[in-house]
């Protein structure tokens, strides 16, 4: 048997993580026949990290639509992940369910923030500056 690389024990602990906010999130969301995830990451595209996440979020919510807007967020940049959200959030109706995960401690005991916007959207982000970002930018939006 293969030794567990760091990198996929950090994935592993995240996506428990992951499961136990969007069961949450998934239930609210649900609820307004709104049932699409918005999936932003600074993962890339050259491993499965991506494809177990979303194995994740169905496992969920089978019938759920998972849309990408980026799986190349520049590592580590909140802002560049912000500006995303910034250009996206608006064409999403109330009910939508954005799961970002722009963190350079992915798996770290740091717990995830879930929030609803004034817009009835509902985020989950890593506890690492993404909150006082978010609500910053989308402050100047009027969705906080």
């Known amino acids: 048997m293969l030794a567990e690389s760091p990198h996929r024990a950090k994935l592993r602990c995240f996506i428990v993580g992951l499961f136990l906010s969007l069961t949450a999130m998934y239930s609210a969301a649900a609820a307004n026949n709104h049932t699409a995830i918005v999936f ?3 993962f890339g595209t050259t491993d499965d990290s991506v494809a177990i996440c979303k194995g994740v ?13 980026t ?8 802002l560049d992940g912000a500006r995303f959200l910034y250009g996206a959030t608006p064409y999403y109706p109330a009910g939508t369910v954005f799961v970002v995960v722009v963190d350079p401690t992915v798996g770290s005991p740091r717990k995830a923030i879930m929030a609803k916007s004034k817009r009835g959207q509902y985020f989950v982000l890593p506890d690492n500056g ?7 930018v989308f402050g100047r939006m009027g969705m906080t």
């Open 130 to 136: 993404w909150a006082k970002t978010a609500l910053t």
């Open 40 to 42: 932003m990451t600074d």
């Open 57 to 69: 979020m169905y496992s969920i919510a089978p019938d759920v639509r998972i849309v990408d807007l």
């Open 71 to 78: 799986q190349q967020v520049t590592p580590f940049s909140i």
